[in-house]
């Protein structure tokens, strides 16, 4: 149940996530250029109605994101479901993102820019410069993994439930809102990967190629950044 949880939870993700940045950038939305504050907004409510539907569904820790699951599994010690989760949350994301391209079916053909097109799937740099890239993915991902720490731990009173579903859409917004300009803030590799396959798959005019030479950055740094916010949490904190 576990997988099942973190598969539709992580689904329901990207849906509302891929979502809000689709009917800001295809031509003929509604929502056509609402803007960063509402994909940011959307992205963090996002999150929260993933982890709560995770949850219902039957995993408890309602992760959705593999570098999360590595700094459980480095902080516990115990690796055994990082593999599983990991597969279960990039095809949930796959899922959501191919809910994505069903839900604005018509409007792919009246956009133009590959970019846009891409952009609903996957993340991109403003500005392509590697450093700097990995800089911003491993620093947000780095204040994920710490914040959640925070807000789940027993010195902030341990929130649970709603309020702790809330407060990770906080962080989400957050980071989003503060350092998202530079890279997209995937600081997911499903929420980047499950998407990215999906935008190679399915038959978009004009959408361009899926930018795979940049798609190592969004599924390995956050797990670099994460894997070093979990032993800073576990040896140091």
């Known amino acids: ?42 992205w963090a409510l996002a999150v929260c109605f993933g982890v709560l539907v995770a949850k219902a569904l039957g995993s ?13 599994c480095i902080q516990s010690g115990d690796y055994f479901n990082f593999i599983p989760y990991s597969l279960a949350q990039i095809g949930g994301g796959a899922l ?12 792919w053909k009246e956009t133009k820019d590959p970019g846009k097109i891409l952009a609903v799937f ?7 410069h590697t450093v700097s890239n990995v800089i911003s993915e491993g620093f947000g991902t780095f204040l994920l993994v710490l914040g959640i720490h925070a807000i789940f731990s027993p010195l902030n009173g341990g929130a649970t439930g709603i309020a702790g ?30 998407p990215r396959i999906i935008h190679s798959l399915v038959p978009i ?21 994460a894997g070093i916010a979990a032993v800073v949490i576990k040896y140091l904190v």
């Not at 408890?60 to 459980?72: E, I, K, R």
């Not at 996957?122 to 392509?128: D, G, L, N, R």
């Open 96 to 107: 959501g993102a191919f809910l994505v391209y069903l839900h604005y079916l018509p409007h």
């Open 1 to 42: 149940m576990e997988l099942v949880g973190e598969f539709f939870g992580t689904a329901v993700l990207i849906l509302l996530g891929d979502g809000v940045v689709a009917g800001v950038l295809l031509e003929k939305s509604k929502a056509k250029d609402g803007g960063w504050i509402a994909i940011t907004t959307a």
């Open 165 to 194: 579903a809330g407060f990770v859409g906080l962080l989400v917004w957050a980071i989003g809102l503060s350092m998202g300009g530079t890279t997209g803030y995937a600081i997911n590799p499903a929420r980047d990967l499950g």
């Open 60 to 72: 408890p820790g309602a992760h959705l994101n593999p570098a999360v699951t590595l700094s459980v």
């Open 122 to 128: 996957s993340t991109e740099p403003a500005i392509k």
């Open 205 to 225: 005019p004009n959408k361009g190629n899926s930018g795979w030479k940049y798609a190592w950055l969004p599924v390995f740094i956050p797990l670099a950044g």
